[in-house]
């Protein structure tokens, strides 16, 4: 049970000063800004804005953190949380405020800021890329395709990471040859979870060439979900003894991944 002064019975202010507190990932600070994000009241609203024009970054990103989700999910002060937004990416210069900001809008899917993120996506910090990627992965627009292919060749792993994912899953109904092949290109990247993403995104388009890449996943020393969902998405019939084969090595996998797997293969098989 909360006590008072904190979680659900605190103050907008306790519950501010709360989320000021540790470091960008406190659980407790995280814990507050939920609860106001599900308060969703002109009073929230009113002190997250104050926020945005304070003299600490910190204070500022706080800001950003508790408008992008302010009454989960509802639409509650949806212009005023916009344009606080995208006037906050023109003056703002710390890249962590940016980050809150991008990922904000993101949360928001806010349109009207596609130019500031398309310029946001330019910036010398990755932290201020990333936030631009969070931000243009989830607009309709073939301006925010263009940056996040930019975005998913970026020197940083976490941009090129959402940028990719925004283009193989939450773009998803968007296919050209340019982002195919911005796709394609991550196959070889150094992190695995990029080459998933990528791959997933490939089979999801039907892309001939994450048909080896698919075989050469599941023949791995370690098979990710997301070999296994390219593989449903494909279909190719040379995939099932290779699914098969997974089944029958057993060894340590989680509930997840076994729930899955026997899914694909049940989809192998009734196909």
Not at 4 to 16: A, C, F, N, V, Y
Not at 18 to 26: P, T, V
Request: aromatic share 4%; charged share 30%.
């Amino acid at each position: 049970m909360s006590r008072p002064g904190q979680g659900e019975d605190g103050s907008t202010e306790e519950l501010i000063q709360m989320a000021l507190e540790g470091d960008e990932d406190d659980e407790r600070a995280w814990d507050a800004i939920r609860t106001l994000h599900r308060r969703g009241t002109r009073e929230v609203l009113d002190a997250a804005l104050q926020l945005l024009g304070a003299s600490s970054a910190k204070e500022r990103g706080r800001g950003a953190d508790i408008l992008g989700q302010l009454g989960t999910g509802s639409r509650v002060f949806r212009a005023e949380r916009g344009e606080a937004l995208m006037d906050l990416l023109r003056r703002e210069r710390e890249p962590r405020v940016l980050l809150s900001a991008g990922v904000a809008l993101g949360q928001m899917v806010e349109p009207r800021a596609l130019a500031e993120l398309i310029g946001l996506a330019s910036h010398p910090a990755a932290e201020a890329r990333y936030g631009a990627a969070h931000g243009l992965a989830v607009l309709d627009a073939p301006d925010a395709v263009e940056a996040l292919i930019q975005l998913s060749s970026d020197e940083d792993r976490d941009v090129r990471d959402w940028a990719t994912f925004g283009l193989g899953t939450l773009r998803e109904a968007i296919d050209t040859p340019r982002l195919r092949d911005a796709l394609a290109a991550r196959l070889g990247d150094e992190d695995s979870e990029i080459v998933g993403e990528a791959l997933v995104g490939l089979a999801t388009r039907q892309d001939p060439r994450a048909v080896e890449a698919v075989r050469a996943a599941l023949r791995g020393d370690t098979v990710r979900v997301y070999a296994l969902e390219a593989a449903a998405a494909l279909g190719d019939p040379s995939f099932h003894p290779l699914l098969l084969a997974i089944r029958d090595a057993g060894g340590i996998a989680n509930d997840y991944f076994l729930h899955v797997l026997e899914e694909v293969i049940s989809q192998f098989e009734q196909g």
